[in-house]
């Protein structure tokens, strides 16, 4: 039997929100990835975008590094506004 | 349930002491609700139990199109025409999001798939009782979509994240539903002919006892259970969700205005629950291993569709290849 | 109970009765593909489909009923009753639609010869003066836009796919062609709606879909019969094929036997 790859399928909400994972579809080839992916994850006008992407062309980071790859930004208070504290005289920034 | 007799292949639970270091943090994790992701370390016998419950799960979703598909083409108004085919199309779509989540777990769908066409896989037993009248499309949706709803709001606390979102979507999706099967039967208790009403007891008396059986075993027969509880794949037994399904039900019978095919079904005083009948155990086993009414002829539909449609796929797969081949030249 | 088969029909109810009863038609050739697709993801698009016929078949039937409602005194009909309660030969829908779903190329050809009729007439209903038809055709359109999309690319796939899909979609466009004349002839009815500006006319329709039908089947490397083949008529006018009583005994079923049912 000939077997559909597996396609990963992101979908923009229409509030303007980012693409997000929502599943996968088989489909023979692109285009029909993108209606697979229609007919199943936009059926009750959840999105107005969708991506698909076949499965075996990502590329994802190993929960094995977690450690070296998240957890160096941590301690990066810097980085958050909450960090700089100003006198209340310069009122919201 | 829709996954009711899932072997973990574990008749004895682990305490944390007894496993190794991975598995114990992997333990930890559960104990700690966080939800564990595709690429983290699982114990093997929870992968494998994983895949047979939501693979039975989303064999269950697919096989169910069936009974209801049995009236699609007689539903007897546009409005219950389209309520029905957007309620089987959920179906297929629910069956969709499951294999997704079961693939997430290195499985195969095509190879899951065939193991239900060689009878090889299970699913829910209830869809091997025949759909005869108009009535039982408000039946399954009240009692069988109902029964299905118990069993699957906690389990969108599971503690596989795939499979935890694919619930979260499935019961959102299914609200309506349950609410669909109750009016259809409501409409016709309350303003149908005598003929009409007939139709409904009848078809409460042929699905209430099938619908309890959903839920699966008695807990004292379900070996099963401490593992898939311990992992939790599975959040309440098997008697627990079958009561709360019966004290949530009964009402809305008496509310019909019919009754159901139980003697000992009466309300407990002292112990705030419906007392009710014994189930037979012999009837539900006997399904489960191929011998419902059903059993056939639902493999053989499921077999059929995606068998006649091999040359399609095959179809679809070649001229995908002369594009990229074209792609290419160009 | 009114009878349904002694209404009068003007042209618009009676054109009305033929938007409507062909997507209700060919809705039903969807419902009974219902557990029957090829591939699971494919299971959802059919339906999707045969969603989307129903609704429109509702649309156009509830205005016909309105129609012949206000025309007729004591008529109390609506868009249940002409679905459900109309014999074959009050049925005014096209004989392409009616017939049997057969394999998935069958299937398809039929979807892709409709969809390459029904969109640019639905682009011309959507112009027209009466704001309930352009209204209704305006929603219908964007559905049979995505229709045609679809079967126009499986009519590709399976023509331009392997020897055998190749074959199976090539023997069902032969098959189906005699169908098409209906798609394409004006006939009186047609003709007072297109002089009403309640119709697109002939010219711009044919015209659409001989184009749509030329280049699809191009591409899918098929060939088809000449468009000026002998051609069988008469669904527009109540002459059906043998198929559409089994599918209208089926789907009028439960409301047939049970005539005392008023609610479902």
Known sequence: ?93 | MYAQLVETGTKKLKTLEEMGPQERAFQEKVNDEIKIEPKNWMPEAYRKTLIRQISQHAHSEVVGMLPEGNWLTRAPSLKRKLQLMAKIQDEAGHGLYLYSAMETLGADRDEEIQKLHDGKAKYSSIFNYPTLNWADIGTIGWLVDGAAIVNQVPLQRTSYGPYSRAMIRVCKEESFHQRQGYQILLTLMREGTEEQKAMVQDSINRFWWPALMMFGPSDDNSPNSAQSMAWKIKRHSNDELRQRFIDQTVPQLELLGCTAPDPDLKWNEETGHYDFGEIDWQEFFDVVQGNGPCNRERIDARRRAIDEGAWVREAAVAHAEKQRQRRQAA | MQNVSQITRTPLTEYLLRLGDSVLVLGQRHAELCGKAPALEEEMALMNVGLDLFGQARNWLTYAAEQINAEQAGSELDADALAFKRDAQDFRNLLLVEQPNGDFADTMARQFLFDAWHVPLLEGLAQASDPRIAEVAAKSLKEATYHLRRSSEWVVRLGDGTEESRARMQRAIDNLWRFTGELVQFDEVDQAMADAGLAPDAGTLVARWKATVEKVLEAATLSHPPFDAWMYTGGKTGHHTEHLGFLLAEMQYLPRTYPDATVW
């Open chain 1, 1 to 93: 039997m000939a077997d559909w790859p597996l396609y990963e399928v992101f979908v923009r909400s229409k509030h303007g929100l980012n693409h997000k994972h929502v599943g996968s579809v088989h489909a023979a080839d692109r285009q029909m990835a993108l209606e697979n992916a229609r007919e199943l994850y936009t059926r009750r006008n959840e999105g107005v975008s969708i991506w698909v992407v076949l499965a075996s062309d990502i590329t994802a980071s190993a929960p094995d590094e977690k450690e070296p790859l998240f957890d160096p930004s941590n301690d990066k208070v810097y980085r958050h506004a909450s960090f700089y504290e100003l006198p209340k005289e310069v009122g919201h920034m």
